[in-house]
Nanobody, 127 residues
């Protein structure tokens, strides 16, 4: 069982930056692939970024490519989402997700592939 707690959300002006953190419980965090998703009001949950458990493979959605970076620190059981050049359309609740993975190089893009979810953190970008 893995419990995930997101933090770092808030209100920021367009063009600003935020860094989201997702702290995970459990001794096997280093074998979990992680992902970030977001959901804006009235919209479906969408994929943002993913990282393999080794940290060596990452993938970000086209909508945030060049602006968002995903990383992890297995010693701290934490995954991060660095968000730069924020836009009003980035406003959403951001969720981190985890799943166990045999391969250290695999990441996952679909929400249904994840087994554990955090409660989410609100990010609001004002214009």
């Amino acid at each position: 069982q893995v419990q995930l707690v997101e933090s770092g959300g808030g209100l920021v002006q367009a063009g600003g930056s935020l860094r989201l953190s997702c702290a995970a419980s459990g001794r096997t965090f280093s074998t979990y692939a992680m992902g970030w998703f977001r959901q804006a009001p009235g919209k479906e949950r969408e994929f943002v970024a993913a990282i393999s458990w080794s940290g060596g493979s990452t993938y970000v959605a086209d909508s945030v490519k060049g602006r968002f970076t995903i990383s992890r620190d297995n010693a701290k059981n934490t995954v991060y989402l660095q968000m730069n050049s924020l836009k009003p359309e980035d406003t959403a609740v951001y969720y981190c997700a985890a799943r166990s993975s045999i391969s250290g190089g695999s990441y996952y893009l679909a929400a249904y592939e994840y087994h554990y979810w955090g409660q989410g953190t609100q990010v609001t970008v004002s214009s």
